[in-house]
């Protein structure tokens, strides 16, 4: 079946530093993957995707490539903000048995100080 | 603009009271779902359906109840609340396909007594 593996948190940076948080994927055939950001009090919202193989996906400076030969879809920024402060889900959408469903991992912490 | 919309934001049942949790989106879209979020959990999949009449089982049905009798509407019945059961809510509406964005709703917080 599908599943997503993410970077265990919560992560802790200063304003202006690089962030990385890790997302790894299983799954048959040709999945999409995605990020999400939930802020306090809020439902989810998309962040990114990218839909196939070697794609980037990138939006408010954060961005993630689909390494389909590491199962891989890490996401980047370069400078946190205080404003990124959020949880943030790394999931996967595939398509034959599993009816288009959502995977979700299962979320990042990550507080930004000033 | 709408999106999704769900009602309450906050609901506390006592054990064994049944409630409806409503969802209804303004975009037209196949697809809907009802997710729960807990601590340490990610989000769940309970139920989903893929259109007005279908409905399927997601991780983890037990305790709830869907119906989806149209496009708009897809509402989460609890039958008889448990404990376990106090989570936060998030119902979600997209296209049918692989790379289709899901919208959220805000969530509903229920605590069961």
């Known amino acids: 079946g599908n599943s997503v593996t993410q970077m265990e948190g919560p992560v802790t940076l200063s304003e202006e530093a690089f962030l990385t948080i890790n997302c790894t994927y299983t799954?048959?055939?040709?999945?999409?993957l995605f990020w999400y950001v939930q802020y306090p009090g809020e439902g989810l919202q998309l962040l990114l995707k990218?839909?196939?193989?070697?794609d980037k996906g990138s939006n408010k400076g954060f961005e993630a490539t689909y390494r389909k030969e590491t199962t891989s879809f890490h996401l980047e920024k370069g400078s946190v903000q205080v404003s990124d402060s959020a949880v943030y889900f790394c999931a996967l959408r595939n398509s034959g048995g599993s009816n288009y469903k959502l995977t979700f991992g299962k979320g990042t912490l990550l507080t930004v100080n000033p | 603009n709408a999106g999704v919309t769900q009602t309450p934001k906050f609901q506390v049942l006592k054990t064994g009271q049944s409630m409806t949790l409503q969802c209804a989106q303004d975009?037209?879209?196949?697809?809907m779902s009802w997710y729960r979020q807990d601590p340490g959990m990610g989000l769940r999949l309970i139920h989903y359906?893929?259109?007005?009449?279908?409905?399927d089982q997601g991780e983890v049905p037990n305790g709830y109840n869907v119906s989806r009798s149209t496009t708009e509407d897809f509402p989460l019945r609890l039958l008889s609340a448990a404990p376990s059961q106090t989570s936060v809510y998030f119902c979600?509406?997209?296209?049918?396909?692989?790379?289709?964005?899901?919208?959220f709703g805000q969530g509903t917080r229920l605590t069961v007594v």
């Open positions: 975009m037209n879209h196949e697809y």
């Open positions: 359906s893929v259109g007005a009449g279908i409905t």
């Open positions: 979600a509406s997209s296209l049918y396909g692989t790379n289709t964005e899901a919208f």
């Open positions: 990218a839909t196939k193989a070697d």
């Open positions: 799954a048959t055939g040709y999945p999409s």
